[in-house]
């Protein structure tokens, strides 16, 4: 069965740091760009990060942009996100998936992918 499945999430306090990974299984994770999305309580779904398949071009959502920092590794099957300086707002549920085409760019559009993981949360509060 293909599949992401995050973790690292967890109760941080503001200013502080968190890594997520996304890993994935029975498929090639190098064949397809890979985004990171959240969803607050009461609100949509937002593009947070995106990696490319191969050449690692990267997309980030103003919000979060000059904090966090994605990245890949192939030979693991795994993407990660690396979260700075977390804020209240950066409050949610953080979701991993992969493009519905193999090969195709990065989008900020959660519609364009599938292979949803199951979440992890993440909580930055005093």
């Known amino acids: 069965q293909v599949q992401l499945v995050e973790s690292g999430g967890g109760l941080v306090q503001p200013g502080g740091s968190l890594r997520l990974s996304c890993a994935a299984s029975r498929f090639t994770l190098g064949d397809y760009a890979i985004g990171w999305f959240r969803q607050a309580p009461g609100k949509e779904r937002e593009g947070v990060s995106c990696?490319?398949?191969?050449?690692?071009?990267?997309y980030y959502g103003d919000s979060v942009k000059g904090r966090f920092t994605i990245s890949r590794d192939n030979a693991k099957n795994t993407v990660y996100l690396q979260m700075n300086s977390l804020k209240p707002d950066d409050t949610a549920v953080y979701y991993c998936?992969?493009?519905?085409?193999?090969?195709?760019?990065?989008?900020?559009?959660?519609?364009?992918?599938?292979?949803w993981g199951q979440g992890t949360q993440v909580t930055v509060s005093s």
């Open positions: 998936a992969r493009r519905k085409v193999a090969g195709a760019g990065c989008s900020p559009l959660s519609y364009n992918y599938e292979t």
């Open positions: 990696i490319s398949r191969r050449d690692g071009l990267t």
